[in-house]
């Protein structure tokens, strides 16, 4: 047969009987569908993957809010996966009230031995198992019977007479308010109850994974050396700012735009307690951590919390007078002023010659390695802190430069004040 | 940075005088203690890709050697307050959700933020203290009015030959959420995390509203909205009136009160089924005086939506016009024949009777009012959700007979939505 004319097949011989056709079309089709199922993965940081495994982990009620389709279900398969999980998905606005509260079983004898609650088969086998992550899909578009007997489920981890084991973690999933059709919302108690974590899409991980490269997240795990000092300090932490703060221990959202969102109260305080020494033990970034706290607490307090975290970092201003040639002030010029600031009030708390010029010392290492106006201000504290028999340390000599550059900042200011005037 | 002249194109390139730079930033620090924090935690970078001052999002400076060397002290410390403002106003955030929103792409349109966002800025940063660079975009430079928001602006701003002188304006990709070619990006030295960047800008926030009076009023209302950015109020009383309307006791649910059809199916067992009544719902308008027309109407136009979306009938909603007195109700399918009138004092304790005294009683009250009113001592036998008119210049209480007369806010029992 000519190989060069390739329209002209004998039609006797090439056609295959009809059903034959149809098996090697559906086989072709299957070949498409498996090429275009073959996707690779690439490992890519994911800090709200990160925080739901976290608060998944610390055995805490986390409502994922998010728009449908943005993937919330292939997250938690892949949490699944990561915790050694079996996942059961439920979507709870397919189903009635009785299949989380039990359905009543009328017996044979219902006054003598009482109408049993039977729970619907995925719990059983989920009590079975013993262990497993439940996921309640779709929870702000059931009607709010069914809302009612979810909640039960998720706070209480009931089913009709079924208590589900430790060993089970429960994730539900809503939809924002501005987006249900319905109207759900969260009571300010119900709201207490839950970290509450915004999921959105990230653009470029979506367009990335439709061209074939989805992102691989490695999930934090626990340290085992490290949960002694994780507890300690997230006691130290959330017990120290609310020392310091007492308003912020308790305050129910008074404006409609807070409601059903995260707000502070001791229960969230101990929710926030747990998360932060989960964050810590794993070692997993602050944003990890912002996303958290933020979600049990509120924004305000939440930042709170992490403010003072970052104070918690800083050097203590004794060891930086105990050695100041040696200090390390962090490059970020707030926090090195916060530093310096806290210097030179720790002299001024215990004011003596060696402290005050271990002061000055430290104010030279600042100028020598960072930006000069930061050192301004504690620079002028320090030195009306001068008792009349103490000598001026050489090293002075050496912050000229910031005195001229306050001089020249100020007759910068002048020049700005007579500017304006003259423009009036 | 928008001043007008042109970065010269000098020959030998200088070293960037980091001594002026400072001064300037300390200058800018004493000006502005409430933004001293925010100053600091900028990394300023050299680079000689940019014509003054830029700004990436993660809080590094790009600083011009020439723009420091030719620019007097007292216009950089304008300068770097500025370029602070845009990124404690999140103006790349914001500029990339307007963006995705609006489906805007291409260098043009990023300048058109980046005007926007210097017209937002430049209205209150300048004077007490802090010279104006000359040229600097206002919202006067494109005949706008003051005190809008950078996406309010970019409604009004186009590009036209007039704005030629602009193009070169570049505040950097902080400005407007578009990459450029000198940023670091994200890993590079000295950036700032998300946590770390609201963190600077929850302690900027913190200490406006701790001393209130020593921040001009832009930055007041900005400390008080950086991390409650204020909800359309439409949005709000649709979310109250519809958890009413779909509480138990209304709407749509499941009942044991008849068997459902499933339990044909499965002998033995008793299932609930699924019942629908529609929500029953009573408008109260308070017609008095205070309330402008305009108000009225798009409030009452915002509840009938809303009920309809919840698939109750246009006949299930009633409206009682109310002022001292309540006249009858009417059904709002004649809506538009409703007479609105009134004027005087108000007293909705009547509107409530009223509503209350209907041949079936609703399932949920929404009270269209501004507030000068005296309220039910009791709570009414349905959900109650109020519509507050906002009044902060509250000079419709005012009487001359009792110039001390507080209106009582509304009580705890309603659900209260500010609108406007």
């Known amino acids: 047969m000519p190989t060069c004319t390739p329209f002209a097949l004998p039609s006797t011989l090439s056609a295959p009987p009809t059903d034959q056709a149809h098996a090697s079309q559906l086989d072709v089709a299957g070949n498409l569908l498996s090429l275009l199922r073959t996707t690779t993965t690439e490992p890519r940081p994911d800090t709200q993957l990160e925080a739901l495994t976290l608060a998944v982990a610390a055995d805490l009620p986390v409502l994922l809010w998010g728009e449908p389709g943005i993937g919330k279900t292939a997250a938690l398969t892949q949490l699944a996966a990561a915790l050694d999980l079996p996942l059961t998905t439920v979507i709870a606005s397919v189903h009635e009230p009785s299949d989380f509260s039990g359905l009543p079983i009328v017996g044979d004898d219902p006054a003598e031995q009482g109408v049993p609650m039977a729970p619907p088969d995925w719990a059983v086998r989920l009590v079975r198992a013993g262990r497993g992550l439940l996921f309640l899909d779709e929870l702000s578009t059931a009607p709010p019977a069914v809302q009612a007997a979810l909640l039960r489920l998720v ?270 | 940075m928008p001043t007008a002249s042109r970065a010269a194109g000098t020959t030998t390139p200088r070293p960037l005088d980091r001594d002026k730079l400072f001064t300037a930033r300390l200058q800018a620090a004493r000006a502005r203690p409430y933004l001293a924090s925010a100053l600091f935690a900028l990394h300023p970078v050299e680079s000689r890709q940019v014509l003054t001052m830029a700004v990436d999002r993660y809080w590094r400076c790009y600083v011009s050697p020439v723009f420091v060397d030719r620019t007097p002290v007292e216009e950089l410390a304008g300068v770097w307050v500025h370029e602070v403002s845009h990124l404690l106003r999140d103006h790349h955030g914001r500029g990339d959700r307007v963006a995705r929103e609006r489906g805007l792409t291409g260098a043009g349109e990023r300048l058109r933020m980046n005007l926007a966002a210097d017209c937002e800025i430049n209205d209150d940063v300048y004077g007490d203290g802090l010279v104006k660079p000359k040229g600097v975009v206002e919202p006067g430079t494109f005949r706008l009015p003051e005190g809008q928001l950078m996406e309010e602006y970019l409604d009004d701003i186009r590009l036209g030959p007039r704005m030629q002188a602009l193009a070169w304006l570049d505040c950097g990709s902080g400005a407007d959420g578009l990459d450029r070619e000198w940023d670091l990006g994200p890993d590079g030295a000295h950036g700032l995390s998300e946590q770390e960047r609201d963190a600077v800008r929850f302690r900027v926030a913190q200490g406006i509203k701790g001393r209130p009076g020593s921040a001009p009023e832009g930055w007041q209302r900005w400390a008080e909205e950086a991390f409650h950015p204020p909800q359309p109020w439409r949005e709000l009383l649709g979310a109250a009136v519809r958890s009413a309307a779909s509480g138990s006791g209304a709407g749509e649910d499941y009942t044991y009160g008849r068997p459902a059809r499933r339990s044909a199916g499965v002998p033995g067992v008793v299932l609930p089924s699924l019942r629908r009544r529609p929500p029953r719902v009573s408008v109260v308008i308070d017609t008095s005086g205070s309330v402008s027309d305009a108000e009225l109407g798009s409030a009452l136009l915002e509840v009938a939506a809303i009920c309809s979306a919840l698939g109750g009938r246009r006949d299930l909603v009633t409206v009682v016009p109310c002022d001292a007195d309540a006249r009858i109700t009417h059904s709002l399918c004649r809506a538009e024949g409703i007479p609105l009138v009134g004027g005087g004092g108000t007293d909705l304790r009547t509107g409530f009777r009223a509503a209350l005294r209907a041949q079936s009683p609703p399932d949920v009250i929404v009270v269209l009012t501004d507030g000068q009113t005296p309220w039910p001592a009791t709570r009414p036998p349905c959900r109650t959700v109020v519509g507050l008119f906002s009044r902060p210049y509250s000079d419709g209480s005012w009487d001359e007979n009792d110039p001390d007369y507080v209106p009582d806010r509304p009580p705890d029992w309603a659900r209260v939505v500010e609108i406007g």
């Open chain 1, 155 to 424: 706070l209480e981890r009931r089913i009709g007479a079924l208590q589900l084991p430790p060993g089970v973690r429960i994730v539900a999933a809503a939809n924002p308010r501005s987006s249900a059709a319905d109207g759900w919302e969260l009571s300010p108690p119900l709201a207490n109850r839950f970290v509450h974590l915004q999921w959105t899409h990230d653009h470029e991980v979506v367009v990335r994974g439709l061209g074939g490269t989805w992102p691989r997240a490695t999930l934090p795990r626990l340290a085992p050396e490290r949960l002694a000092e994780a507890v300690d300090f997230a006691r130290r932490a959330v017990c120290g700012l609310l020392a310091a703060r007492p308003k912020l221990v308790h305050q129910l959202p008074s404006s409609e735009s807070r409601r059903g969102g995260p707000w502070p109260s001791p229960r969230s305080w101990e929710m926030t307690l747990h998360l932060t020494a989960f964050a810590t033990a794993s070692g997993v970034s602050r944003d990890v951590l912002s996303l958290l706290v933020r979600g049990t607490v509120g924004d305000g307090p939440g930042l709170e919390l992490l403010a003072s975290l970052d104070r918690l970092d800083l050097p203590d201003p004794e060891e930086l007078l105990a050695d100041p040639a040696g200090a390390v002030l962090p490059e970020r010029g707030d926090l090195r002023q916060a530093v310096l600031d806290g210097v030179v009030a720790a002299v001024r708390n215990r004011p003596e010659k060696s402290r005050w010029d271990a002061a000055w010392a430290l104010l030279v290492h600042a100028v020598e390695t960072g930006a000069p106006d930061l050192v301004v201000v504690p620079a002028t504290t320090l030195a009306a802190l001068r008792r009349e028999d103490w000598d001026v340390p050489e090293s002075i000599e050496k912050l000229a430069g910031v005195v001229s550059l306050s001089r020249r900042a100020d007759e910068a200011a002048a020049r700005a004040k007579t500017a304006r005037k003259a423009a009036r």
